[in-house]
């Protein structure tokens, strides 16, 4: 079975503080890992994604994640937040057999 | 490059009634996958082609949902009949690697069709 659970529904920061969004998940396989952002009344983007080679990863918009395995997670930072990022963020995780599995997001907030 | 496309944008439907979803993916995709994101929750992949074949549809509740994807192109997901529970958005994302890599793939996702069931 797989599943991916982001532990905090909304985050709220000010602006020019870190961000942390948490994911923990559970995988048969060896796994990839995605973070999505979704701004209000926009498609999904991708952030940026796990693929068994560097353990951290580096994205768009100065943020990046550390996939850890022993501790089964893969959380997403950034070290100063901006009014822009105030969006939804989804973790994904994809293992055996092409399946894929969405978090069920957390809405971050950035107040000024 | 054009992104996803996505037709209807929105659609409200009495329950009962049937409705379709179009998707036209980015040119080359391989695979296409259809979600559903329900109000406050993330998306559930609901099925998901390579060309014009099925990979998982293990999610799909067949006894009134039904998708296809005519030569490896374009797709269409219908609901009939429609019930409450049905209101939420449909996505429709491709991907560009076929089968072996399609886990490792980014997904572009389209902007989505928001469906209310009354």
């Known amino acids: 079975a797989q599943s991916v659970t982001q532990l905090d529904s909304h985050v709220s920061v000010s602006e020019g503080t870190p961000v942390l969004l948490r994911c923990n998940y559970s995988s048969s396989y060896s796994p990839s890992l995605f973070w999505y952002v979704q701004h209000p009344n926009k498609g999904l983007q991708l952030l940026l994604k796990y693929t068994s080679a560097a353990t951290l990863v580096k994205g768009i918009n100065g943020f990046e994640a550390e996939f850890k395995k022993s501790e089964t997670s893969f959380h997403l930072t950034k070290p100063s937040a901006h009014m822009s990022d105030a969006a939804e963020y989804f973790c994904?995780?994809?293992?055996?057999?092409?399946?894929?599995?969405f978090g069920t997001g957390t809405k971050l907030q950035v107040i000024p | 490059e054009a992104g996803v496309a996505q037709s209807p944008r929105y659609k409200i439907i009495e329950k009962r009634q049937s409705v379709a979803f179009w998707c036209n993916p980015i040119s080359g995709h391989a695979t296409l996958y259809w979600y559903q994101q329900i109000l406050g929750q993330g998306p559930k992949l609901l099925i998901q082609?390579?060309?014009?074949?099925?990979?998982?549809d293990s999610q799909l509740p067949k006894d009134r949902f039904s998708a296809e994807r005519l030569k490896g192109v374009d797709s269409t997901l219908k609901i009939q009949p429609a019930k409450l529970e049905d209101s939420a958005v449909y996505l429709c994302?491709?991907?560009?690697?076929?089968?072996?890599?399609?886990?490792?793939?980014?997904?572009?996702f389209g902007p989505g069709t928001r469906l209310l069931v009354l």
């Open positions: 994302a491709s991907s560009l690697v076929g089968l072996a890599g399609a886990l490792r793939e980014t997904q572009y």
């Open positions: 082609f390579q060309n014009n074949g099925v990979v998982d």
């Open positions: 994904v995780v994809s293992g055996g057999y092409q399946k894929v599995t």
